[in-house]
């Protein structure tokens, strides 16, 4: 246990809100193209992950069996980001 004490690290919702957004922001400097899923996220999650995305079409809200189409969506839009760059 001494060893999980030393690596592990609780974070407050807060504070990992803030930390992600600031990953989403960097990869945005860099023109990294982010999609997110709020899979069955409550309000809160569902703001930080929309902040990540790169734009409102990168972003997907979904509940329980909607997940596939949401990834089928995002594989088709990379296929069409490979066959255009």
């Keep these: 246990y001494d060893f999980w004490d030393i690596v592990d690290e609780y974070v407050w919702d807060d504070e990992a809100d803030r930390r992600l957004r ?21 309000a809160r999650g569902q703001a930080v992950m929309r902040h ?27 296929n069409q980001l490979r066959l255009v760059q």
């Design 22 to 42: 600031e990953i989403c922001n960097v990869a945005r400097t860099n023109d990294i193209i982010v999609f997110s899923i709020a899979f069955q996220a409550p």
């Design 52 to 78: 990540c995305a790169t734009t409102d079409a990168h972003y997907y809200e979904v509940q329980s069996a909607d997940i596939s189409d949401a990834f089928t969506s995002i594989a088709r839009t990379i």
